[in-house]
Nanobody, 130 residues
Framework: QVQLVESGGGLVQPGGSLRLSCKAS????????VGWFRQAPGKEREGVSCLSSDDGTTYYLESVKGRFTISKDNDENTVYLQMNNLKPEDTAVYYC???????????????????????WGEGTLVTVSS
């Protein structure tokens, strides 16, 4: 059974850091492209960072560049999102997602077209507030 489980969310003050984890089971992340997305109250889901295993590209949403870092640990079968210098506007539910379709796609395309992803986690809430 394919499953993605996120963890690491919570309440943090502005300027603080969090590391989100997404543990996969039922398949090996080594072969697939992965991404982190977020949805704030009243807003549409948006791609935060995506890592393509097809062409090796990594995409970051402009507002998180220089602050967030996506990584994948194949031994742990886990995807991470390191978030530094957090801002109140980063408050959202964060979701990890995996693409298993064979068609080649860039990191940017995966993040822009959320329907490009095939499996989603349940999400973890990040609240940035003083």
């Amino acid at each position: 059974q394919v499953q993605l489980v996120e963890s690491g969310g919570g309440l943090v003050q502005p300027g603080g850091s969090l590391r989100l984890s997404c543990k996969a089971s039922g398949f090996a992340l080594y072969y697939y492209s992965v991404g982190w997305f977020r949805q704030a109250p009243g807003k549409e889901r948006e791609g935060v960072s995506c890592l393509s295993s097809d062409d090796g590209t990594t995409y970051y949403l402009e507002s998180v560049k220089g602050r967030f870092t996506i990584s994948k640990d194949n031994d742990e079968n886990t995807v991470y999102l390191q978030m530094n210098n957090l801002k109140p506007e980063d408050t959202a539910v964060y979701y990890c997602a995996v693409r298993t379709r064979p068609q080649v796609i860039s990191g940017q395309a995966m993040c822009v077209v959320t329907s490009a992803m095939d499996y989603w986690g349940e999400g973890t809430l990040v609240t940035v507030s003083s």
